[in-house]
Structures are given as C-alpha cells and as structure tokens.
C-alpha cells in the first residue's frame, strides 16, 4: 500500500503541477510562462517527486513507465494492475483539483482545452495524427531509455531523478505543439474527461503510442545495454 500511495501522490504531483502550470500561468498576460515554462514544470514535477517518493514505489507516476520498466525486466508483472489503478486515480484527483481551482475563478466561462492531448485540430499547431503517433511513440521510447540508463546498476548513483527531469522537460520543448504533449496516459486520461468532446475520442492515441514506445525501450535496453 505505502507503493500504491507513493504512486498516487506522485501522479498528482506531475498532473498538478504540469497541468496547473498550462492552465493557469501559460497564457497569464504580459508575465505567462509560456511553452518553456510548462515544459520546465513537468520536468520539475518529476524531479521533485522521484527525490521525494521514487525510494518507495520506484518513481513511475505513469503506466507508460511502468510497462516499460516490465519489458525491460525491471518491474513484477504482478503489480501492474495496482500500480497504474493508483496512478489513474491520482491523475483523476489532480483533474479534479485543478477544475475546482479554475471553476471559482470570478469571470469563469469554460474550461476549454483543459490541457488535454490532441491531434489534427486538437493539436495546438495543427499535426495530423500520423505526425501525433510518431512523435509520442519515439519521445516515449526515449524517455523510457532515459529511465531505465539513468537508474541502471553501473550509472552514477542519486542524479536518475535530475536526468529524468531534465528529460521530460526536453520532451514537452519538442512537443507541446504536436500533441500538447502526453508520453503518459493517465496524465492524458485525467485531462481528457473534464475537457470532454473529442479530446475523449482521440485518447486512444495517447495510450498506444507511449505504451508502444516504452515497451519497445524495454526490450532495446534490455537486449542492447543491459549487460554486464
């Protein structure tokens, strides 16, 4: 359970912080903090959270990761289930949150795209989904090997958390404008149900592509540079 939690608090951490920070300050006039801050707030959510819970449960907060570090030989089959349920529900929780937030706002109409994944005209400059499968597949599969290099036995020890980050940072600078960034369903799940509409429709996307990218990093590292 103490996993299960950590993994909960976790994902909620990288919904609220990443997520609250395109929602609330991204577009804030004169002083928003724009693509580069957003990208730099996922970053830091991952950051903070590994140092702070990654020695309890691993530091997933994504089924994305935790089906990677599976395929890499890295992760108990027998606690998939588990692990992503909580990092579902933290997501939602997050979700939740953040809409309290923003719907108590004085001049509130909409929440609008709510930070949702999208492609074709959900995508924030206007990428096809072939452009949106491609990117989400290969910046997931990176980020996987990211994870599983950076907390490999033969790695420097206590910097995984920093390379993580930086790593989830340098995902969302590449592609927040083709999908607004997912590399993680649960994050895309949590802002897919509030936004509504076709940001559900289209959210099968953002479970195959980063799923199929980090199990295919799994067996790349595992077959490639898992050896003594």
């Not at 991952?46 to 030989?73: C, D, E, K, Q, R």
């Not at 992503?84 to 809409?99: D, H, T």
């Not at 491609?134 to 990176?142: C, K, N, R, S, V």
């Not at 997912?182 to 076709?198: C, H, I, K, M, W």
């Amino acid at each position: 359970m103490k996993k299960l939690f950590a993994e909960f608090f976790g994902t909620f951490w990288l919904v609220f912080g990443g997520c609250g920070s395109a929602v609330f300050a991204a577009g804030y006039p004169e002083l928003g903090i724009g693509f580069m801050g957003v990208a730099l707030a996922f970053g830091l959510t991952v950051l903070t959270m590994a140092y702070a819970v990654g020695h309890i449960s691993g530091g997933h907060f994504n089924p994305a990761v935790s089906l990677g570090l599976w395929a890499g030989g890295k992760f108990d089959a027998k606690d998939l289930v588990g692990y992503i349920v909580a990092q579902l529900i933290g997501a939602f929780a997050a979700a939740g949150a953040l809409y309290l937030i923003l719907s108590n706002k004085a001049d509130f109409q909409t929440i609008g795209g709510f930070a949702a994944n999208g492609y074709g005209e959900l995508s924030p400059d206007g990428y096809s989904m072939t452009a949106a499968l491609i990117a989400e597949f290969l910046l997931t599969m990176f980020f996987l090997l990211i994870i599983l290099g950076s907390t490999n036995s033969r790695a420097p020890k206590g910097f995984a958390p920093i390379a993580i980050g930086l790593g989830l940072t340098l995902i969302h600078l590449i592609s927040i404008p083709i999908t607004n960034t997912s590399v993680n369903p649960a994050r895309s799940t949590s802002q897919a149900l509030f936004a509504g509409g076709e940001f559900v429709g289209q959210l099968w996307l953002f479970w195959i592509a980063p799923i199929a990218g980090a199990i295919v990093a799994g067996f790349i590292h595992k077959a490639l540079f898992d050896k003594e």
